[in-house]
């Protein structure tokens, strides 16, 4: 079997501060996590350049940094937005694609996000795609339609070379932020699934691409979650802001 290097990703959303970057890369630095594992930070776009700086200065090469969202375009009259070359430009190496905060709140399309996910790979940045589905659709079993939709998006837009360096996030959003995480055995049922997909266009991506769960993560359950082997890490949202807890679900990556 392959092996895959797990990584565990936090979305730290419209949260933190240059205090918790300095408490967060502290702490990775001592604990010494990010040896076995690739941990990404993705902080508030304010913060990004300083997050660089910082962990350069702690010299943590494991440590990447991840812009939480991205302008489809390259320039132009978009106020607030940031394009791919901005967020390149102060440091980022990874971007999150589709969030489901994004796709929900700001009504984001599976279209755009895979226009943003291109972007960003065409600019040598990493995309994590966002994927999930609602209480409602997983409620009246559309589900595995619901995530063959979103991935397809890409698939059409990038082809079968797409998938060879992004990272993929299962995100039901039922349990994001909820407290209630979904099962191991369901998330490795779903990400088997999502590597399936992946397979039927490119069985050797298949076997490389990282799929990661998120929503709900903590300390107490990601362990059983992590030793499923379709699983190869997490994103973590509010459990990423207590520097303690992150470095614990690191280690258990
Ligand atoms: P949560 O968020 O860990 O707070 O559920 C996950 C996410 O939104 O990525």
Redesign the pocket.
């Given at each position: 079997m392959t092996k895959r290097m797990p990584v565990v990703a936090a979305?730290w959303?419209m949260n933190g501060s240059r205090e918790l970057v300095n408490q967060v890369l502290l702490q990775i630095k001592q604990s010494g996590v990010c040896q076995d594992i690739e941990v990404v930070i993705s902080p508030p776009a304010t913060l990004y350049s300083y997050f660089d700086e910082q962990k350069k200065i702690h010299e943590l090469d494991h440590v990447f940094l991840a812009a939480q969202n991205i302008n489809e375009l390259d320039n132009g009259a978009l106020t607030g937005e940031i394009s791919v070359g901005l967020a390149k430009e102060s440091g980022c190496q990874w971007v999150i694609c589709g969030?489901?905060?994004r796709r929900s709140l700001f009504k984001e399309t599976s279209k755009v996000t895979a226009k943003k996910f291109m972007k960003a790979l065409n600019a040598g940045l990493k995309p994590i795609l966002?994927v999930g589905e609602t209480t409602e659709e997983k409620e009246t079993g559309k589900t595995f339609s619901r995530l063959t939709a979103q991935i397809e998006a890409v698939m059409h837009l990038g082809g079968k070379q797409a998938f060879k360096d992004c990272l993929i996030?299962y995100?039901p959003i039922w349990?994001?932020?909820?407290?209630q995480?979904a099962s191991p055995e369901l998330a490795q049922e779903i990400h088997r699934f999502i590597r399936g997909m992946i397979a039927s266009i490119c069985p050797e991506t298949a076997k490389t691409v990282r799929i990661l769960y998120?929503?709900?993560?903590?300390p107490e359950n990601a362990a059983a979650l992590f030793s499923q082997p379709d699983i190869d890490g997490g994103?973590?949202?509010?459990?990423?802001l207590v520097p303690e807890q992150f470095i614990k679900i690191c280690q258990l990556a």
């Open positions: 979305n959303k969030h489901s905060e966002c996030a995100e349990a994001v932020g909820t407290g995480a998120g929503g709900s993560i903590k994103l973590i949202g509010g459990a990423g």
